[in-house]
């Protein structure tokens, strides 16, 4: 079938197969000119593996490191019979797993609800089997709108709201490039609870737990989360507001688990702060596209812009795994690889056009046609040398794939 764009709200609910593989095969092209990451971890567990950082920290892992990895995943495949496509994880995982198996790397692929017991019990036993039971890096990228509780079984949706007042300002519709202000009614405190449920660190503590406890972690092993601080423009809703409450959940999560696991195998636990990026996850945050766009712009004109792929590829070459195998981190503990982005004379020319930024000069000031372009890649269109006007095959099998 032909396959289209079919936008719905923040989201694009096709994807293409073809433009999804060229994406991936870009990335792993890019890791591929880099230096190897000689020092580099060798049996890679990904939770949330098929998009964004999560499916970026896989290709940076196994084209860099030439790493053994199993990712984790929920996505859904194509329809048979029918118009509707894959999800782009999907299609992305089916393209890495293919390029990784030609290039005899092992990748393994588990798709299914990574809250539950029964997928970890599933990840477990292949590790057991395949791996001898040792891993020495887990990356945990979770992005989920709601998670049901292994153990009470009760249903948690994630929101985005402020906390404690009303907040207002200025955001913009990708599609239209109309800017408008918003206005948005704080959080409940059943929200914010449901919220830290969701995206907190309770679920990464169980993984890391039932990890050690099966005794599947390689000495000197480390875990690692993602972050996002970003400028004080988006701190009312972003780090202020209920998903904030979620990452300092995750964050404090961080800090117990790295005294858990140094005392266990002498390994650590660590937090990413990671650079605002056009992600699924990102896109579905009102403020953060404008906020994005401008950013784009910015670094773009200082030639300091990153993506996904160059981010991970910093994170696991030039942080985690230098040849000094010394971590640099804040005075928190966090790893800073949005160090660029926060650069003062970035945000000061962020905070000046934020001032000016309307519809009518959205495109002088700000990179919307970036952001846009990235946006429909996430889901495999407006990628340079697909011919959209052609029949493709929407049923993509992952080859390893475990349900």
């Known amino acids: 079938m032909i396959v289209e764009p079919k936008i719905r709200g923040f989201i694009c609910t096709r994807a293409h197969p073809e433009g999804c593989a060229q994406h991936v095969a870009e990335w792993i092209h890019y890791i591929r000119q880099q230096s190897p990451i000689s020092s580099g971890p060798k049996k890679v567990l ?29 996505e859904k495949p194509a329809i048979a019979e029918s118009d509707r496509t894959a999800s782009a994880g999907w299609y992305n995982s089916a393209a890495f797993e293919k390029a990784a198996h030609a290039a005899g790397l092992y990748a393994k692929s588990i798709n299914g609800d990574a809250f539950s017991d029964a997928i970890k019990k599933q990840v477990f036993d292949l590790i057991q089997r395949d791996w001898h039971g040792k891993v020495d890096l887990v990356i945990y ?74 005794d599947l972690l390689a000495p000197g092993a480390v875990t690692l989360a993602f972050t996002y601080l970003g400028p004080v423009m988006t701190h009312p809703i972003y780090r202020q507001g209920t998903i904030g409450k979620a990452k300092e959940h995750l964050e404090a999560t961080a800090k117990e688990l790295h005294k858990e696991i140094a005392a266990a195998i002498g390994g650590c636990a660590l937090i990413s702060v990671n650079k605002a990026l056009v992600t699924q996850a990102s896109a579905a945050i009102p403020v953060v596209p404008l906020y994005i766009s401008l950013l784009y712009k910015a670094m773009k004109e200082k030639r300091l812009h990153e993506g996904c792929i160059e981010q991970m590829y910093r994170l696991l070459a030039e942080r985690l795994y230098q040849k000094d195998q010394h971590i640099p981190v804040d ?11 926060m650069r003062e004379d970035i945000q000061t020319i962020i905070a000046e056009r934020w001032q000016q930024v309307c519809s009518d000069n959205l495109e002088q000031l700000a990179d919307l ?15 340079a040398g697909i011919d959209y006007t052609q029949d493709v095959n929407i049923q993509v099998p992952i080859p390893s794939i475990l349900e």
């Open 369 to 383: 046609k970036g952001y846009r372009a990235e946006f429909y890649q996430l889901f495999g269109f407006h990628v």
């Open 331 to 341: 005075s928190d503990g966090r790893i800073r690889i949005d160090d660029w982005e």
């Open 46 to 74: 990904i939770i949330g593996a098929s998009t964004g950082f999560g499916l970026a920290s896989r290709i940076a892992a196994a084209f860099g490191a030439r790493a053994d990895t199993i990712g984790v995943f929920f």
């Open 141 to 214: 990228s979770i992005a989920a709108p709601r998670r049901q509780h292994p153990v009470t079984g009760e249903l948690s949706n994630s929101v985005l709201k402020p906390i404690g007042q009303t907040y207002r300002n200025k955001t913009v519709d990708i599609m239209s490039g109309q800017v408008t202000d918003i206005t948005i009614a704080p959080a409940t405190e059943k929200e914010i609870a449901d919220t830290i449920a969701v995206m907190g660190g309770e679920d990464w503590a169980m993984w890391i737990d039932a990890l050690l406890q099966a």
